[in-house]
């Protein structure tokens, strides 16, 4: 099994920064995880993926509504997946999500919160 916890989160300021952090733990997570996802979920929205790096190679996949503005990395050492979200915006405001599919599950975290304040 592999667990997830999600960092970082808080209130800022529309055009600000924060960095989420996602750490991994497990014994099987090296051998079984493959893609670590970041999802959101807005106040009476449904949830939206927003970003996807590939654990070997680094390939990433944003949404077009973060493109530009949000990075995704990663580092093996730490086990460790990281979201930059800059020039955020109200519409940012969201629970933030780390997700990881493994053998037909879906392995989450209990989410962070972010608020950006116009």
């Known amino acids: 099994q592999v667990q997830l916890l999600e960092s970082g989160g808080g209130l800022v300021q529309a055009g600000g920064s924060l960095r989420l952090s996602c750490a991994a733990s497990?014994?099987?997570?090296?051998?079984?995880?493959?893609?670590i996802n970041w999802f959101r979920r807005a106040p009476g929205k449904e949830r939206e993926f927003v970003a996807q790096?590939?654990?070997?190679?680094?390939?990433?996949k944003y949404a077009d509504s973060v493109k530009g503005r949000f990075t995704i990395s990663r580092d093996n050492g730490k086990n460790t997946v990281y979201l930059q979200m800059n020039s955020l915006r109200p519409e940012d405001t969201a629970v933030y999500y780390c997700e990881v599919p493994i053998a037909g599950a879906d392995y989450w975290g209990q989410g962070t919160q972010v608020t950006v304040s116009s």
């Open positions: 497990g014994r099987t997570f090296r051998r079984d995880v493959s893609v």
């Open positions: 790096i590939f654990w070997n190679g680094g390939i990433t």
